[in-house]
T-cell receptor, first 109, second 115 residues
């Protein structure tokens, strides 16, 4: 399975600023999932994108799947301290999920 | 409903000792995954089972690592002998039938330190 590349690896923002992480693949993805891992915690499923050009929102989080299904993004509007953690975009390879390195977000108040 | 249950939560052991990590997947899930997380390597898939059968163990680092799933409700990951570089958080995860788009549910992890 192909591991997707995620940028940036780290991001620090002031509370209230927006944040975006990008996920890229050299091959077409059947679907992409996003997970969040809080410091000291375990990855938790956020959302799955399947359709080309799909956009989904969860409160301040907006997820997009590219038209070519080779990239995806997660945008957080007006970050809060509760948003800290590592965000993973995840590629499905067969029946297993291959995690990238993720983007670690820190937020200062 | 209980989530994925792992034990022990924390273990400190001496180099050369055998380590056994245990996992109880979510009832009804028939896919089980073992992941290892370190700062250097991130979250690595070690092995996964479907209906208790190992499907892909290509991520298992070396022969010192072995995993079993004797039944649908229990799996073990064993390291023998353990080495300091095995120190990591080991996550067990499970999911329902392996059709496209299945969500994986993680346990809280076993934090292993080998000294």
């Amino acid at each position: 399975g192909q591991q997707v590349m995620q940028i940036p690896q780290y991001q620090h923002v002031q509370e209230g600023e927006d944040f975006t992480t990008y996920c890229n693949s050299s091959t077409t993805l059947s679907n992409i999932q996003w997970y969040k891992q809080r410091p000291g915690g375990h990855p938790v499923f956020l959302i799955q994108l399947v359709k080309s050009g799909e956009v989904k929102k969860q409160k301040r989080l907006t997820f997009q799947f590219g038209e070519a299904k080779k990239n995806s993004s997660l945008h957080i509007t007006a970050t809060q301290t509760t948003d800290v953690g590592t965000y993973f975009c995840v590629n499905q390879a067969g029946t297993a999920l291959i995690f990238g390195k993720g983007t670690t977000l820190s937020v200062s108040s | 409903d209980a989530g994925v249950i792992q034990s022990p939560r924390h273990e400190v052991t001496e180099m050369g000792q055998e380590v056994t990590l245990r996992c109880k997947p979510i009832s009804g899930h028939n896919s089980l995954f073992w992941y290892r997380q370190t700062m250097m390597r991130g979250l690595e898939l070690l092995i996964y089972f479907n209906n208790n059968v190992p499907i892909d163990d290509s991520g298992m680092p070396e022969d010192r690592f072995s995993a079993k799933m004797p039944n649908a409700s229990f799996s073990t990951l064993k390291i023998q002998p353990s080495e300091p570089r095995d120190s990591a958080v080991y996550f067990c995860a499970s999911s329902s039938s392996p059709v496209s788009g299945n969500t994986i549910y993680f346990g809280e992890g076993s934090w292993l330190t080998v000294v």
